[in-house]
């Protein structure tokens, strides 16, 4: 498979919900160590989040990553020292994002990782981070965000777009009660 049938299949695979994997933590403390080598100095904080740092949560097998710099930073010169990492921003398939720059990771035609850049501190900052706080706080809520995901990845299994805003109304939720 070369380089661009592979980014092609991990952009387009299929939806995955699996069993957690206590590998995910060492998988992300790893990445923010090569995130933070290839760029030094620029991230105010980088966070697990998303699914993989829920401990006993179902999740697609992607690790997601939040960085947070500072308001007059542009990341539109992230994506060289990223590319030694592997990643390739989204422009490479996706202008559809406003409200951060995201780049993926991948290998052998899945999607491995992804990083999330947005100001620190700003207000999607605050409401991912509620979220995750939120479902490592109460393992019931955890729970009912699992069973919507299976449900969600079974209906929606090639149609991103579909599964990612059926989440949409639960995440906003508890991000707001939290």
């Given at each position: 498979m070369n380089e661009q049938s592979s980014l092609n299949s991990a952009v387009n695979e299929p939806i995955e919900v699996r069993d957690y994997n206590p590998v995910w933590p060492t998988l992300f403390e790893n990445e923010r160590k090569a995130i933070q080598s290839v760029l030094p100095d620029v991230f105010e904080d980088i966070q697990h989040i998303g699914s993989t740092a829920v401990p006993g949560l179902r999740a697609k097998p992607i690790i997601d990553i939040l960085g947070g710099i500072e308001a007059h930073q542009n990341p539109d010169q992230f994506p060289v020292p990223l590319s030694r990492l592997g990643y390739v921003p989204a422009t490479a398939f996706s202008n559809t994002i406003t409200d951060h720059t995201w780049f993926?990771?991948?290998?052998?035609?899945?999607?491995?990782?992804?990083?999330?850049?947005?100001?620190?501190?700003?207000?999607?900052w605050r409401r991912r981070i509620a979220f995750h706080d939120a479902l490592r706080s109460k393992p019931g809520l955890a729970e009912e965000y699992s069973k919507l995901k299976i449900e969600l990845a079974q209906r929606h299994r090639h149609d991103r777009a579909a599964y990612t805003h059926g989440k949409s109304e639960f995440v906003l939720r508890v991000a707001s009660e939290a």
């Amino acid at each position: 498979m070369n380089e661009q049938s592979s980014l092609n299949s991990a952009v387009n695979e299929p939806i995955e919900v699996r069993d957690y994997n206590p590998v995910w933590p060492t998988l992300f403390e790893n990445e923010r160590k090569a995130i933070q080598s290839v760029l030094p100095d620029v991230f105010e904080d980088i966070q697990h989040i998303g699914s993989t740092a829920v401990p006993g949560l179902r999740a697609k097998p992607i690790i997601d990553i939040l960085g947070g710099i500072e308001a007059h930073q542009n990341p539109d010169q992230f994506p060289v020292p990223l590319s030694r990492l592997g990643y390739v921003p989204a422009t490479a398939f996706s202008n559809t994002i406003t409200d951060h720059t995201w780049f993926m990771r991948w290998s052998a035609g899945r999607r491995t990782h992804q990083l999330h850049v947005l100001v620190f501190g700003s207000i999607e900052w605050r409401r991912r981070i509620a979220f995750h706080d939120a479902l490592r706080s109460k393992p019931g809520l955890a729970e009912e965000y699992s069973k919507l995901k299976i449900e969600l990845a079974q209906r929606h299994r090639h149609d991103r777009a579909a599964y990612t805003h059926g989440k949409s109304e639960f995440v906003l939720r508890v991000a707001s009660e939290a």
